[in-house]
Nanobody
Framework: QVQLVESGGGLVQPGGSLRLSCAAS????????MGWYRQVPGKQRELVGN???????NYVDSVKGRFTISRDNAKNTVYLQMNSLKPGGTAVYYC?????????WGQGTQVAVSS
């Protein structure tokens, strides 16, 4: 059983930056593909990006060039650096750990982009 705890959310002005962290425990962290998802009320949860155990990284087109995913296997932590935030980035951001056939979710952290 893997436990995931996100942190770093908050209120930021448009154009600002935030860094989210996700601390994992209970599994062999480096074996997992780690992902960041986001969800707004009334919409499906969408993938923001993920990083594989081999550090291959994918992003949804809307965040390319602005968001950066990284992982520190020594700290069992994955990060999401978000720059040039837009109001459309307001959502609950969730961390996800996946190693076939199981996936695990964190509880989410709220990000609000507003002036």
């Amino acid at each position: 059983q893997v436990q995931l705890v996100e942190s770093g959310g908050g209120l930021v002005q448009p154009g600002g930056s935030l860094r989210l962290s996700c601390a994992a425990s209970g599994g062999i962290f480096w074996l997992y593909t780690m992902g960041w998802y986001r969800q707004v009320p009334g919409k499906q949860r969408e993938l923001v990006g993920n990083i594989s155990s081999g550090s291959n990284i994918n992003y949804v087109d809307s965040v390319k060039g602005r968001f950066t995913i990284s992982r520190d296997n020594a700290k069992n932590t994955v990060y999401l650096q978000m720059n040039s935030l837009k109001p459309g980035g307001t959502a609950v951001y969730y961390c996800h750990a996946y190693r076939s056939p199981l996936g695990y979710w964190g509880q989410g952290t709220q990000v609000a982009v507003s002036s």
